[in-house]
């Protein structure tokens, strides 16, 4: 559906930028009997990292990315095939975008659960649920994307946005997603494309240097936002995340590159 999107936009560039403010979230109470509480143990400087950028998130992500990430978050929900009465959920969800977009597709009798490890970044979405015109069918739960505390096949449809890339164990995180994921259905992971183009990925590196840390450095995250480019070069390229999806055992795995070729989405079967 979405095979030739790769210059979908010509402010591929913005997409890079909307990426470094991808990874907040939102508070919510546990949720009841079908989950258990777990233990957090991403890294500690990540999850401080998250809680820090948390307040400005939104503000940030639509200043950096002339709103081009409502986009590839539409794109990479459409993927999944989420539909009316599913059960879907969002792993670090952030601040809750996917999330809401999730509750749209799935209307009043399905269920959404948005999971994330950052207190602050739950808050912020679960507060955000009262001004979205959303369904009344979104959980919030603080949890580990490298223990999920949901029963086996438990998911019609999952995201991730803006994960994958920060976890300490990608293996784990997908053995994970596709433990809770329902067979023959699909898993769409929505991140950065670490482009094995010289072009590309100098260019993202400039614009990290050159635009997102200095406007985060006007709220005072310059700091934060620096490890982005460390990140993006220790994170998989396209090709290597579809093996590792096929080795941790999905039956289909494809890696669409899109905004230029500075965002990617993995899509994957169970």
């Known amino acids: 559906?979405?095979?030739?999107?790769?210059?979908?936009?010509?402010?591929?560039?913005?997409?890079?930028?909307?990426?470094?403010?991808?990874?907040?979230?939102?508070?919510?109470?546990?949720?009841?009997?079908?989950?258990?509480?777990?233990?957090?143990?991403?890294?500690?400087?990540?999850?401080?990292?998250?809680?820090?950028?948390?307040?400005?998130?939104?503000?940030?992500?639509?200043?950096?990315?002339?709103?081009?990430?409502?986009?590839?978050?539409?794109?990479?929900?459409?993927?999944?095939?989420?539909?009316?009465?599913?059960?879907?959920?969002?792993?670090?969800?952030?601040?809750?975008?996917?999330?809401?977009?999730?509750?749209n597709n799935v209307a009043s009798h399905g269920k959404?659960?948005?999971?994330?490890?950052?207190?602050?970044?739950?808050?912020v979405a679960s507060s955000r649920s009262f001004s979205k015109n959303c369904h009344k069918n979104i959980e919030w739960v603080q949890g580990d994307a490298l223990d999920l505390p949901f029963d086996d096949g438990w998911f019609d449809a999952i995201t991730m946005g803006y994960g994958l890339r920060n976890v300490v164990d990608k293996r784990k995180a997908m053995q994970e997603i596709l433990?809770?994921?329902?067979?023959?259905?699909?898993?769409?992971?929505?991140?950065?494309?670490?482009?094995?183009?010289?072009?590309?990925?100098?260019?993202?590196?400039?614009?990290?240097?050159?635009?997102?840390?200095?406007?985060a450095s006007v709220y005072g995250l310059s700091e934060d936002y620096k490890y982005l480019k460390s990140s993006i070069r220790e994170f998989l390229t396209g090709k290597e995340l579809e093996k590792l999806a096929l080795e941790v055992g999905f039956s289909t795995a494809r890696h669409y590159e899109i905004g230029g070729g500075l965002m990617g989405c993995l899509v994957a079967k169970h």
């Not at 009316?84 to 809750?96: P, Q």
């Open 179 to 215: 433990r809770v994921l329902k067979p023959g259905s699909t898993v769409s992971i929505l991140d950065f494309n670490k482009s094995n183009e010289l072009l590309t990925s100098s260019f993202t590196e400039w614009m990290i240097d050159n635009v997102v840390v200095p406007v």
């Open 1 to 103: 559906m979405y095979s030739n999107v790769r210059y979908l936009t010509s402010h591929g560039w913005a997409v890079l930028c909307c990426v470094a403010t991808e990874m907040l979230t939102a508070l919510a109470p546990y949720p009841s009997s079908t989950f258990r509480p777990t233990s957090i143990r991403c890294a500690n400087d990540r999850q401080a990292l998250f809680n820090r950028i948390a307040p400005v998130y939104d503000n940030l992500n639509d200043l950096l990315s002339l709103g081009q990430h409502r986009i590839w978050k539409r794109m990479a929900v459409s993927w999944t095939g989420a539909k009316m009465g599913d059960r879907v959920l969002d792993v670090c969800c952030g601040s809750g975008d996917l999330a809401f977009l999730l509750s």
């Open 112 to 123: 959404v659960i948005g999971l994330d490890f950052s207190k602050e970044q739950l808050t």
